[in-house]
């Protein structure tokens, strides 16, 4: 179908499926999806190597035509040079969300409220340090999955390879700080 404002605001998918996708003949990649009878979603759909992958752009009622296919050409443009949309947004919305420090805030004040034990109070100041120098230390090394990410030697992968660290892992860093308060 070729996509026009109107008739992708009037688009009504087939009834009786549950899954619908209708692409643009402008342009390949570029499409919408229907779910279950629910408002259509602009969406792009690509392949570096033998990957496959699918990046939503807005609802159909949300979003302009115009800005939908400005926002999946600059996608496009990512993915010529061999980059994964989804992996980049995930990175900028982990660099640009909220820190960590004011839910441990409200959570002190809960256990505060609720009659808990003084030191949980006395350690506010050293968990909270903890929290945050992990939390920027995993920021700053990035996130790698634990057999070592794209390109990694597949048989390097498995139980027992991240094993050999010489530090913990950042989730471990980040345990290790959740049991800072209960090891005293």
Request: net charge positive; proline share 5%.
């Amino acid at each position: 179908m070729r996509f026009t404002q109107s008739r992708c605001n009037k688009f009504k998918p087939p009834a009786g499926k549950a899954d619908h996708v209708e692409f643009d003949e402008e342009m390949p990649g570029f499409g919408m999806r229907f779910r279950n009878g629910g408002p259509g979603t602009f969406f792009m759909q690509y392949r570096i190597g033998t990957k496959d992958g699918r990046l939503s752009l807005g609802k159909v009622a949300k979003v302009s035509l115009v800005d939908a296919r400005e926002a999946a050409k600059a996608q496009f443009a990512m993915v010529a040079n061999r980059v994964r949309p989804a992996v980049e947004r995930a990175r900028a919305t982990a660099a640009t969300s909220e820190t960590i420090e004011p839910l441990i805030d409200d959570f002190l004040g809960y256990l505060e409220r609720n009659g808990r034990a003084p030191t949980y109070i006395a350690e506010k100041q050293a968990v909270t340090q903890k929290v945050i120098q992990a939390a920027a230390q995993v920021r700053s090394q990035g996130y790698q999955p634990a057999y070592g990410g794209e390109g990694a030697n597949p048989a390097s992968r498995g139980a027992g390879s991240h094993s050999r660290r010489s530090e913990p892992s950042a989730s471990q860093q980040i345990l290790l700080v959740g049991d800072f308060g209960r090891s005293r």
